[in-house]
């Protein structure tokens, strides 16, 4: 199997990778991997103040109440992506040398738990404002600074506080996997497709595709200068043609006049790998941990195997 990037990827969280030399059951366990094996931070528990508080300023009472349920913003909480850091090198709180003999209630420690805290108020009486957005830049990482809440993900709202309101409570971030939930998985819309490359078999009748005017995601045009000797290679431009090829399929009226003018053609053993990370992991970190993971889990089966037959 060999791996390389795209050229233009990666985009933001977004990353294309193309994998040759293998088959779909290879590439569909790295995709299996990546959704449920490759380790991330996430908040898993979260313990909330109730109660009343008192503005010493202004000796106005908040109470602890708000628009959603506290479950509710458990549930925001542990989907804001996290910053994960592998080489931090913190442990699952199941494997952590500090905890693992420890109950459930009482394991965390600095080498397995992040913490973050949030007290928050609402507006005031004699404010303009009816209420204040919550947002996870509002949480306060009160452990290592490598986990502060990244500054795209800080406008992230969690909830609203009308006047007279407050949001206080201490939130503990772990590692885990995507297979135990979903607030773990490292990456979404993970999928793969055979690699093509696009013939242009009849110029004349192509006009039919070219004459619509589009334009490829780097504002190229689709016309024949995106071929070479009729062929186009280019895996992010094929992409382009697989999309622009709906327009004149079966069903549009204009299949008939087009006659598969240009037609794709299958790389055999070689596929498009494409995933969007949640941001608290670089694209290329998510890859390089699924495939540590797969080498490790054929490692172990390859010992399991030798002292079978022993």
């Excluded at 009343?52 to 109470?63: K, M, S, T």
């Excluded at 965390?108 to 919550?134: A, H, I, K």
């Excluded at 990244?150 to 009308?162: F, H, Q």
């Amino acid at each position: 199997m060999k791996a390389s990037v795209v050229d233009g990827y990666p985009q933001g969280n977004k990353m294309k990778i193309l994998i040759e030399g293998t088959d779909p059951s290879q590439v569909n366990a790295l995709r299996r991997a990546i959704m449920a094996d490759v380790p991330k931070m996430a908040i898993s528990k979260v313990m909330f103040t109730l109660g009343v508080n008192q503005d010493n300023n202004r000796g106005e009472i908040f109470e602890s109440v708000n628009a959603l349920p506290d479950e509710v913003i458990a549930h925001r909480l542990a989907m804001i992506p996290i910053p994960t850091q592998p080489d931090e090198g913190m442990s699952f709180p199941d494997e952590c040398a500090n905890c693992v003999d420890l109950t459930e209630d009482d394991k965390g420690c600095p080498m397995c738990q992040v913490l973050y805290t949030l007290n928050v108020q609402g507006p005031s009486s004699d404010s303009d404002e009816p209420y204040r957005v919550v947002r996870a830049g509002d949480l306060t990482n009160v452990s290592d600074p490598v986990f502060d809440i990244s500054e795209e993900m800080k406008s992230i709202p969690i909830t609203y506080l009308a006047q007279g309101q407050f949001l206080e409570f201490i939130a503990f971030a772990t590692l885990g996997r995507g297979r135990d939930h979903a607030k773990w998985s490292a990456a979404s819309a993970v999928t793969f497709q055979p690699q093509n490359e696009a013939e242009l078999k009849k110029p004349k009748k192509a006009s039919v595709l070219f004459d619509l005017d589009l334009k490829t995601q780097d504002g190229r045009s689709i016309d024949a200068k995106l071929f070479t000797n009729k062929k186009c290679t280019d895996i992010a431009t094929v992409l382009d043609l697989e999309k622009a090829l709906h327009q004149v399929g079966e069903g549009t009226g204009r299949d008939a006049d087009f006659d598969d003018a240009i037609v794709l053609n299958k790389v055999d053993g070689s596929f498009v790998f494409s995933y969007e990370t949640d941001g608290s992991l670089a694209p290329e970190a998510v890859f390089n941990l699924a495939i540590e993971e797969l080498k490790s889990r054929f490692n172990d089966l390859g010992e399991d195997l030798e002292r079978a037959f022993a």
